[in-house]
């Protein structure tokens, strides 16, 4: 009774189906033509929307705390100002603090201690480049004497990324129609398609000098123009 119990128990296990978890196995189609492997870039251009720029202010004293004070004073203006420009908080983050002490060095002789020198920056995230510059000059009159940028970008590329798509798998299509014109063949299919990169280049930081910003009547940033790319490998089969 109980060879036979263990047999029914061995044929329901049987019939119950893998669970949904359990993955089949893919059947690979072979290419029996001849292998072509394309690689295919597409382009878009955009005009940049945001420009992210470091702002912040340096002060210098005899004493550590001294320079933190005025520091911490001077930075209190330039917050205001962004809050005054409409800057959102979530568009403003701190980058960097630092205290250092300033040396005299003067040769054959230890050196002297001269003072300190604070820093505090800021990212500033503008979403508005046409003010970019107007906020600058407000920056500037409120105390902020370190600003280096603009870094521009684009909000949502996303779009612009997927128009390059596009244009890479229609390049990659006419390449491969083209060599196998060239060889006397046709493009039976497309066996796989893979992407190795996308995304657009960001400019480097320019320092800008702010005791000529000072002078100056107006700070203009102009955004110009970015191109984003997309890369993709192609695998046809020719016959």
């Known amino acids: 009774m109980k060879q036979i119990f263990l047999a029914a128990l061995l044929l329901g296990a049987a019939a119950v189906p893998a669970s949904a978890g ?8 072979a290419i029996s033509g001849t292998r072509l492997e394309i690689s295919a870039t597409g382009e878009a251009t955009r005009v940049p929307d945001v420009a992210i720029i470091t702002a912040g202010v340096v002060t210098r004293a005899a004493s550590a705390h001294a320079a933190l004070a005025q520091n911490a004073a001077r930075m209190e203006r330039v917050r205001a100002a962004l809050t005054r420009a409409g800057i959102a908080d979530r568009d403003i983050q701190t980058s960097n603090i630092s205290l250092n002490p300033e040396y005299r060095y003067i040769q054959d002789q230890a050196p002297q201690l001269t003072g300190y020198s604070a820093s505090n920056q800021l990212s500033v995230r503008f ?24 870094n521009l970008t684009i909000d949502k590329p996303e779009e612009a990324l997927d128009e390059a798509r596009t244009k890479a798998v229609g390049v990659g299509r006419a390449r491969a129609e083209l060599y196998a014109r060239a060889l006397g063949m046709r493009v039976v299919r497309l066996v796989s398609v893979s992407e190795s990169g996308g ?22 940033i102009d955004p110009g123009e970015q191109k984003l790319s997309v890369s993709l490998g192609m695998v046809f089969e020719l016959r």
């Open 22 to 29: 359990a993955q089949a196995p893919v059947s690979v189609q």
């Open 127 to 150: 979403r508005d480049i046409a003010k970019s510059g107007d906020i600058l000059d407000a920056l500037v009159a409120e105390g902020a004497n370190s600003i280096s940028g603009p």
């Open 199 to 220: 995304g657009y280049p960001v400019p480097p930081p320019m320092p800008v000098m702010m005791e000529a910003r000072a002078q100056a009547s107006s700070t203009k």
